[in-house]
Structures are given as C-alpha cells and as structure tokens.
C-alpha cells in the first residue's frame, strides 16, 4: 500500500490572486503524484490546509483536490478553521467538535487527531481529545495503526518552530499512546521540512510542505535580536510517500520539481540490473 501526504498548503496566503502561488505549487505536487509512476492509493493532507480559515480558501482547496482519482484524507492545523473546513467538506468526520476519525484498511488503521487550537500556532491535545483517541487505541490492540496529525510532538532543533517537549499537550498525548504497540509511528507536518525522530517507543516522519519551505537553521535564536537569517525559502513544493510493508512503514520524501536524468535503464544498465537482482535470495 502506497500513501501520499501533503502538509501546510496554505492556500489563500494571497486571498486576491487567483493565480496564487501557493495553488500553482499544489497543483504541481497533484499533477505529479497522479501523472508519476508512484500514483499512491490515498492522500493524506496533514493540517495548514489553507491560510487563514477562511471559507472561500476551503473552496478553492476543494477544487483543487476534486481531481484526485484516490482518497484523501484530511486534518487540521493551526491555521485551519473547523467550521469553514466542515461546510465544505461535510463528509469528513467531526467528533465532539474535533476532526478526529478513523481510516481502516487492509491489515492497517490510521488514526486521524485533532491537534487545533485557535489562537495558537503550537498543536495542542486536550481530556476530550485524550479519551477519544484512548478508547480508539482500546478498542484494536492488533491491527498495526499509524496516528495522523499535524504537530510532531517533538523537538527538533528549529527554535523558532520547535514544540517544547515540556508542553502539556505533549505529556498528555504521550500518556494516552502509551503501551500501545500497535502504533508503528506517527505522520505529522507543520515544519515546513522532511524530518524522521525517534519518540517514546516509534518514529514521527514529518513531511515537508507543498508551499514554501523553512530554511534548516539549527542556531539559537534570540526573539530580541533580529539577525537577519532565512526563515522561509523558495525551495520546490514536496510530498511523502509512505510504504506499508509486512515489515512496517518505509517513508520517502521527494519534490514536484523536474528530476534531470543521468542514467535509464537500458542496455547499459541492465548488466548492473541483473546483477543486482541475481544477489537477493530466490
């Protein structure tokens, strides 16, 4: 099973443009997740659907997403509104006012949280949203699941995105996953860059965003003292494709961009092909 994801799209960043540039780089990732020889059988949007909330925005994003010939499978980030989300996607469960539900498949469950809180540009997981996602983990024990949401509750270095790890959103998700060994990792966003960490027992594989990235600076940064370093860069609009296997989950990170090629597989190459092929046991 192939799953694509796509995080912090941000449409509306230019609410006024209809060319916006933020679309224009969706659309290339759409393109190329459909068009490419990897076409995934479902799409996971992990949070920063859009920019600002706003209904016109979900539209748009709704438009954008109506050519997907697989099912996609959305969440909420910080900049996301529950209300508008829901007009316009009303068939994406709302459980006790959180975007929060169940995707079962074969031989796998993903778990959908809600980590919104408005106001607040870090994630959050509240006693309602514990108890939900506790009784979930509860009620299958086996089935290996992977939870799906937008804040990575772990550090990373980044100071001025990090998620403290002191945060009390944080121990109380943690709390809730423990002793669950059927989660074989969590698929988060909201970084802006392609990051793999080890947590609490399982691996965090953090995507990178179809709009513009965060520049990878790991310095202290002093919020009183502007030093004029890169915090957003024009890197190209990127996706995950994530690999179930009877062995777990394999997770690769690539861009829209054109990919120049330097060798194909042809009569050259296909010495090299079978020789390798030949190593692995029949």
């Excluded at 059988?41 to 925005?57: C, E, N, P, Q, Y």
């Excluded at 809180?117 to 009620?139: I, K, N, Q, S």
């Excluded at 089935?143 to 949401?149: C, G, L, Q, S």
């Excluded at 945060?167 to 802006?192: K, S, Y």
Aim: some cysteine; charged content about 20%.
């Amino acid at each position: 099973m192939l799953i694509a994801q796509i995080t912090d799209i941000h449409l509306g960043f230019e609410p006024d443009n209809p060319a916006e540039f933020n679309r224009k780089r969706l659309d290339q990732v759409l393109n190329h997740l459909m068009d490419g020889p990897n076409r995934p059988d479902m799409l996971l949007a992990t949070g920063d659907l859009v920019d600002r909330g706003d209904i016109d925005s979900y539209r748009r994003l709704a438009n954008a997403l109506s050519i997907c010939p697989f099912p996609v499978y959305p969440c909420m980030g910080n900049h996301d509104d529950r209300a508008n989300f829901a007009t316009l996607f009303p068939h994406i469960p709302v459980v006790d006012g959180f975007v929060q539900y169940v995707v079962p498949l074969e031989g796998l469950r993903l778990i959908v949280i809600d980590t919104l809180e408005p106001d607040r540009h870090g994630g959050a997981f509240c006693e309602a949203r514990a108890a939900w996602l506790g009784a979930r983990l509860a009620e299958d024990r086996d089935t290996p699941t992977i939870i799906v949401m937008h804040h990575p509750p772990v550090e990373v270095g980044i100071e001025w995105m990090n998620t403290d790890p002191e945060e009390p959103w944080v121990a109380r998700f943690a709390a809730t996953i423990a002793g669950h060994d059927q989660i074989q990792a969590l698929i988060c966003g909201h970084l802006h860059r392609a990051i793999v960490a080890p947590w609490k027992g399982t691996t965090i594989a953090i995507c990178p965003s179809t709009a513009p990235q965060v520049s990878l600076d790991l310095r202290p940064i002093d919020p009183e003292k502007p030093d004029n370093r890169p915090m957003i860069i024009a890197d190209p609009p990127a996706f995950a494709l994530h690999r179930w296997t009877p062995y777990g989950l394999v997770s690769h990170f690539d861009t829209a961009d054109e990919h120049v090629m330097l060798a194909k597989f042809d009569d050259k190459m296909q010495p090299l092909v079978r020789a390798l092929v030949s190593e692995r046991p029949a």
